[in-house]
């Protein structure tokens, strides 16, 4: 059986099956194609003597820089190791009874509510629907809770809720304090970020993520803004000096990367239509409309499990997504990547749809980026002796 995966990127987990990862083309993580900036890259190696210098306790600096490109007052901000380590700090600070959770969402909102002894209620959408929101549900289910987390844009379906829909939840109920997610709010050409609202809301809290837009996952790097209150008391649940300096140093610099972000706001849109454009012709196969750097796809017939093991005889490696609650074992994840990577993700798929191979045969085409062991491996997951 292939191993389970609970995030993307998890490719330690095939080094340990004897899968070298040298030559995959990762499709399970969801970061930026287009890689860290130069310019970020260049400054980090000028600078990695300062790794002999302790950081910032609160990462004023970069906390004083997002203050003014945010236009939001410093004491509304606090700066984190990765948006993850706000997740666990929001139930630690808040301490709710009960929170709602969009699902199928991201894992972590779970475990940390389980870790605070916090009962969850798992708001579950159709796929069938397209995962859209049944509002009149939602309201009844907000009734009874302290907390709710959304993903906006949500990973793993890539959908939306709309701002102004969003916010209107928030001012309807104002004893339900609103976590919302937007690591992934860059890569959408739809404006959903609510960021500058903070100020208006005190149940409104807004975690923000360096990692996917910057493909910068290593350095770890996030921040939340929220009302005062709120803010303070998270600020509390995190460390001093939980930040590195080459860290903090990486947020100051690509703060002003705003063409950066445009450009490959640009350069995903163009993928990922090209990408559920391609997938939505293989047979079998029924990908979902995303405003992310990622696409959530259904498979009729072959398990996701089966088809992400036999992707990995191709040298691809897909998110098996089983294992977010309200999906199956007929849900993969994909992130969209670079023209010529799509187009392998795409005529592999369709090989492994129909069962063909390559024309020239195993040893070629797409199969010649895999380690030539890594067939026989993937063999025995298939058949169960591993």
Same mark, same amino acid.
């Given at each position: 059986?292939?191993p389970?995966?609970?995030?993307g ?14 030559n ?15 310019e ?9 003597? @300062? ?15 997002? $203050? ?6 410093r004491g !509304?901000? /606090?700066? $984190? ?5 706000l ?11 009960r929170?709602?959770i969009?699902q ?5 909102y779970?475990k940390?509510?389980a ?11 159709s796929?069938?629907?397209g ?7 939602l ?14 844009? !949500?990973?793993?379906?890539g959908?939306l ?10 001012r ?10 937007e690591?992934?709010?860059?890569f ?8 500058g ?6 149940n409104?809290?807004?975690?923000? $993520? ?11 790097l996030?921040y939340?803004a929220?009302?005062e ?13 939980? /930040?590195?300096?080459l ?6 610099i /690509? ?6 972000v ?7 849109? @163009?993928?990922?239509?090209?990408l559920?454009s391609?997938? $939505?012709?293989? @047979?079998?196969l ?10 959530? /796809? ?42 010529e990577?799509?187009e ?25 980026r ?15 002796r591993?």
């Amino acid at each position: 059986m292939m191993p389970i995966f609970e995030h993307g990127g998890e490719l330690e987990k095939l080094e340990r099956l004897g899968i070298s990862p040298e030559n995959l083309i990762d499709f399970s993580v969801n970061l930026n194609p287009l890689g860290p900036p130069e310019e970020l890259l260049r400054t980090l190696r000028e600078r990695i003597s @300062e790794i002999a210098l302790y950081p910032e306790p609160r990462s004023e600096a970069l906390v004083a820089k997002l $203050s003014e490109k945010l236009k939001v007052p410093r004491g !509304n901000l /606090v700066v $984190s190791n990765g948006s993850n380590q706000l997740i666990y700090a929001v139930y630690r600070a808040l301490r709710p009874g009960r929170v709602l959770i969009l699902q199928p969402t991201f894992s972590e909102y779970r475990k940390a509510a389980a870790l605070c002894g916090t009962y969850v209620i798992d708001f579950v959408l159709s796929p069938e629907d397209g995962f859209s929101v049944p509002l009149e549900e939602l309201h009844k289910a907000l009734e009874s809770s302290d907390l709710a987390f959304i993903c906006n844009p !949500n990973n793993p379906t890539g959908s939306l809720l709309e701002r102004e829909l969003l916010l209107a939840l928030v001012r309807r109920f104002p004893d339900t304090t609103f976590v919302v997610d937007e690591a992934f709010s860059d890569f959408s050409d739809v404006p959903s970020s609510v960021v500058g609202n903070v100020l208006e809301f005190e149940n409104l809290v807004v975690l923000r $993520s360096f990692t996917k837009i910057f493909s910068i996952p290593g350095l770890r790097l996030g921040y939340a803004a929220a009302g005062e209150n709120v803010a303070s008391a998270l600020r509390e649940q995190i460390e001093p000096w939980s /930040v590195n300096r080459l860290s903090q140093l990486a947020g100051e610099i /690509v703060l002003e990367f705003e063409r950066f972000v445009e450009q490959t706001r640009g350069f995903i849109s @163009e993928e990922r239509d090209f990408l559920f454009s391609g997938i $939505s012709k293989v @047979e079998g196969l029924s990908p979902f409309p995303s405003h992310a750097n990622f696409l959530l /796809v259904r498979c009729e017939a072959l398990g996701a499990s089966s088809l992400q093991a036999r992707l990995l005889e191709k040298g691809i490696f897909v998110r098996d997504c089983s294992n977010f609650v309200g999906l199956d074992g007929h849900f993969f994840r994909v992130a969209v990547r670079k023209r010529e990577e799509n187009e392998r993700l795409i005529s592999a798929l369709s090989e492994v749809a129909d069962g063909s191979e390559s024309p020239h045969g195993p040893g070629h085409g797409l199969a010649r980026r895999q380690e030539p062991d890594n067939h026989c491996i993937v063999q025995d997951i298939l058949s169960g002796r591993i």
